[in-house]
């Protein structure tokens, strides 16, 4: 019996996205907290929290994306068509992000406030259009044969712009949650108050969402509430439960690194289940990702390349987050 090529490069699509959601989602989350934190010396900490280490968090994006060309060149071509705008907004986002990021540490103190409210817009476009691609992904993409038959606004609809709103929030409960285990003092204490509110909207977010795919879904309302599934399933709503319970009662006690954990256990059981819902489709809702699947000479050529890379993308990752461990207080800097 041989090895489902398929099967083993969605697994490695789907690491390579989770990696980047979480990585790139609490330094989105930070930029989006700017407006709650007017303070300039506190804004220059909750920067300099993730300057040596952001730029390379996109890097898990390009895996994402290239994975999907080299492995479902079917399922490339139709989502990118069916999602070209919200993409090519999301990439504007994280370039004007980007820029901003840089310029704001050489800026004088009368320029700082445009790259600031640069650095909130460019992160808030790209956290919004990312929900916005997942949304209309899982909302499923007109199809005609194998070729996209929709429009360039198809994504303009409200369970796309729900999910982007929904992963900004998300993305500030990962930016606000990873500010607490970095920061100390009163800037900690008003991310403590903040995370509160913003892990109750979270938890809204995901119920919501939790209830509108499956009511609007016929087939992943079979695939959620169908026996056994629904016992195998289960867990993960449970476990949502679990991670909210914990999340609120170590924001009394002090909290350091368990609320970014506990954050982190949340956003993985949500694409978790959004994952469920559209397994086995790689282009919802009814191409498979065997059908959309490569020759299987072209994936195992690109997969030598991918299983040589992603072990020195993970080392290079965990050394540059070890060696800018601990707290980062005023007036220090990487800049």
């Not at 954050?263 to 993985?268: D, E, I, K, N, P």
């Amino acid at each position: 019996m041989g090895i489902d090529l398929s099967l083993l490069w969605i697994f490695i699509i789907f690491f390579g996205v989770m990696m980047y959601v979480v990585m790139d989602g609490f330094d989105l989350g930070i930029g989006m907290l700017y407006p709650f934190v007017p303070d300039r010396h506190d804004r220059d900490v909750m920067m300099n929290t993730v300057a040596p280490v952001w730029d390379g968090n996109e890097t898990w994006l390009v895996l994402g994306g290239a994975g999907l060309l080299a492995a479902f060149p079917l399922a490339y071509s139709v989502v990118l068509s069916a999602l070209y705008l919200p993409l090519m907004l999301m990439l504007l986002g994280l370039i004007f992000r980007g820029v901003a990021f840089e310029f704001r540490f050489k800026a004088n103190d009368r320029e700082r406030p445009v790259w600031d409210a640069a650095f909130i817009l460019g992160s808030g476009t790209a956290s919004f259009f990312q929900g916005v691609a997942l949304g209309a992904y899982i909302d499923g993409i007109k199809l005609e044969g194998h070729r996209f038959a929709g429009g360039p606004l198809d994504w303009l609809t409200p369970f796309p712009l729900f999910c982007g709103v929904g992963l900004m929030v998300a993305y500030t409960v990962l930016g606000s949650t990873w500010l607490i285990m970095k920061t100390e003092g009163a800037l900690q204490q008003r991310m403590i108050r903040l995370t509160g509110s913003l892990a109750w909207l979270l938890l809204a977010v995901i119920a919501v969402i939790s209830l509108w795919t499956p009511l609007t879904h016929p087939e992943i309302a079979e695939r959620w509430f169908s026996l056994p599934n629904l016992f195998w399933f289960s867990p993960v709503p449970i476990l949502v439960a679990l991670c909210m319970f914990m999340l609120m009662r170590v924001l009394r006690h002090e909290p350091d690194i368990s609320p970014f954990m506990y954050a982190l256990g949340l956003v993985f059981l949500g694409y978790s289940g959004l994952a469920i819902s559209v397994w086995p489709n790689i282009i919802p809702p009814g191409i498979s990702i065997w059908d959309a699947a490569a020759p299987p000479q072209s994936q195992g050529f690109a997969l030598v390349g991918a299983l040589f890379i992603i072990p020195f993308i993970l080392m290079y990752t965990v050394w540059a987050y070890y060696v800018f461990r601990g707290k980062v207080r005023h007036g220090e800097g990487y800049h």
